[in-house]
């Protein structure tokens, strides 16, 4: 099994930046993981996801100002936020994909989740 810790939520003014960690462990292959993110009232979006070779994709309204990455020898990802919105108030969920070692079915395992409020 697989299991995800997140940090690196907090209180961060308009402009600024925070940087979210999740960090994978168990005796799973995990394979791709990603950001999610849910503010009260609205439905989970994606914010970014990342493959295991370090293939991104990113939601329109991040692109340019948040950055995913990945440390696979510590099955960990990164979230950089800059140039921080108010819209971009949410819990931010971490999503890894990961199966058994020896069989080919992929689980999805998400986090506790980070809440990150950026205000004035």
């Known amino acids: 099994q697989v299991q995800l810790v997140e940090s690196g939520g907090g209180l961060v003014q308009p402009g600024g930046s925070l940087r979210l960690s999740c960090a994978a462990s168990?005796?799973?292959?995990?394979?791709?993981m990603g950001w999610y993110r849910q503010a009260p009232g609205n439905q989970r979006e994606l914010v970014a996801r990342?493959?295991?070779?370090?293939?991104?994709n990113y939601a329109d309204s991040v692109k340019g100002r948040f950055t995913i990455s990945r440390d696979n020898a510590k099955n960990t990802i990164y979230l950089q936020m800059n140039s921080l919105k108010p819209e971009d108030t949410a819990v931010y969920l971490c999503?890894?994909?990961?199966?058994?070692?020896?069989?080919?079915?992929?689980?999805?395992?998400w986090g506790q989740g980070t809440q990150v409020t950026v205000f004035s």
């Open positions: 168990g005796s799973g292959f995990v394979d791709g």
């Open positions: 990342i493959t295991r070779l370090s293939t991104t």
């Open positions: 999503n890894a994909q990961w199966r058994f070692i020896s069989g080919t079915y992929y689980y999805d395992e």
